[in-house]
């Protein structure tokens, strides 16, 4: 599949849960999972690493393991993402460093109001926006960029 980006929640096809409260779905529903995805995000995003499905180890390694409610709300967002590919989450409370994540999930619906970053990384994505197919993320910015004019 791909990941779909919607700008606003009325454009999500009917039939699709969207989530507006990333923090309460993800403390209720999501575990951590043991991937190198996830790994990558934890340490970019909250300078954290995986310890079990619920618990994480922060920045203060002293401190033991951490409930995953105490993540950061751009990590919560992306493993909601990650974890429930039939499910469309906003991420409007997700910063740069959590949104430079989305060209590398390829299975998924999200709702960006304003899809444009400043972006440095591998240009391959599997994004689906407006019916149109992009599988280069630069191509897919430039695009919005144009339209958004």
């Known amino acids: 599949m791909s990941l779909h980006i919607y700008r606003s929640a009325d454009e999500v096809p009917e039939g699709i849960r969207v989530v507006t409260n990333n923090n309460l779905f993800f403390n209720a529903r999501t575990p951590i999972s043991n991937t190198e995805l996830t790994s990558d995000i934890l340490a970019t995003v909250d300078k954290a690493r995986y310890n079990s499905g619920f618990t994480f180890i922060g920045r203060t390694p002293e401190l033991g393991a951490l409930n995953k409610s105490m993540l950061s709300t751009g990590t919560k967002t992306l493993l909601n ?69």
């Open 81 to 149: 993402i990650i974890s429930y590919p039939d499910v469309c989450f906003n991420v409007v409370e997700c910063g740069l460093n959590a949104l430079c994540f989305l060209p590398r999930i390829k299975d998924g619906y999200v709702v960006w109001r304003f899809p444009l970053i400043s972006y440095h990384d591998e240009a391959d994505c599997d994004i689906v926006y407006k019916g149109i197919s992009f599988t280069d993320f630069y191509k897919f910015l430039k695009f919005v960029s144009k339209e958004n004019r």
